[in-house]
């Protein structure tokens, strides 16, 4: 027994001899990935991490557009938002018929795309959106996705193109302002850990 447990003495007077040599030599870095980053040059991995209300990931290709009067406005050409916030993209559409599903894909994808039952306001001014939340744990930059709409005459609408712009800078007190943009811009505040009285000044 006593020999026994000299030699584990000894295995692990080595085994730790070794360990604090490799740390203290400063040649190598132990790096250990964070799997939860979503990089956003990578479109599958941002489609695959999106959380978009009534959104249903679908097989095989976007649906072709078809001929007809369902047309989508073009109007809303950017996004700029933070990470972790949720785009509410509202459907501007010419259409005599309501709309049965949004078709979303972040391009570059192939081979899914998400069918989405929109969310309406007004059903007399047919006001209707999506929303679709960026993960917290995305890299700063862009990426663009398209989106669709089929009426329930299953008219299938122009593919309208976004830019969508990823930023963690968020507002705060000392950093107060936020400059929009000719799209959507959807702003992060942070107001403390106090109660107290919040001015939003603001000029569209």
């Known amino acids: 027994m006593k020999t026994n447990k000299f030699l584990w003495i000894v295995l692990m007077t080595v085994c730790f001899t070794g360990f604090v040599s490799c740390l203290e030599s400063g040649d190598e870095t132990l790096v250990v990935p964070d799997i939860n980053k979503v990089d956003i040059k990578n479109p599958e991995d941002i489609q695959n991490s999106l959380i978009i209300k009534d ?20 109007s809303i050409s950017s996004i700029l938002i933070n990470s972790g916030g949720t785009i509410f993209l509202p459907i501007i559409y010419n259409s005599g018929f309501e709309i049965e599903s949004v078709y ?4 570059g994808v192939d081979g899914n795309f998400y069918s989405v039952k929109p969310t ?9 959106y999506i929303s679709v939340k960026i993960p917290e ?7 663009n996705f398209i989106y669709k709409i089929k009426d329930k005459s299953n008219s299938i609408s122009n593919g309208v193109n976004v830019l969508v712009e990823v930023t963690n800078v968020v507002a705060s007190c000392e950093n107060n302002h936020k400059t929009g943009q000719s799209g959507l811009t959807f702003t992060s505040l942070y107001l403390g850990d106090t109660g107290g009285k919040v001015i939003i000044d603001y000029d569209t």
């Not at 290709?61 to 001929?67: F, G, I, N, Q």
């Not at 744990?137 to 990426?143: E, H, L, Q, V, Y």
């Open 137 to 143: 744990k995305i890299d700063n930059g862009t990426f």
């Open 104 to 107: 979303f894909q972040v391009l």
């Open 120 to 128: 309406i306001i007004t059903s007399n001014d047919k006001i209707t």
């Open 55 to 74: 959104g249903k990931l679908t097989s095989g290709e976007m649906p072709a557009s078809t001929s007809g009067n369902n047309n989508l406005s073009s």
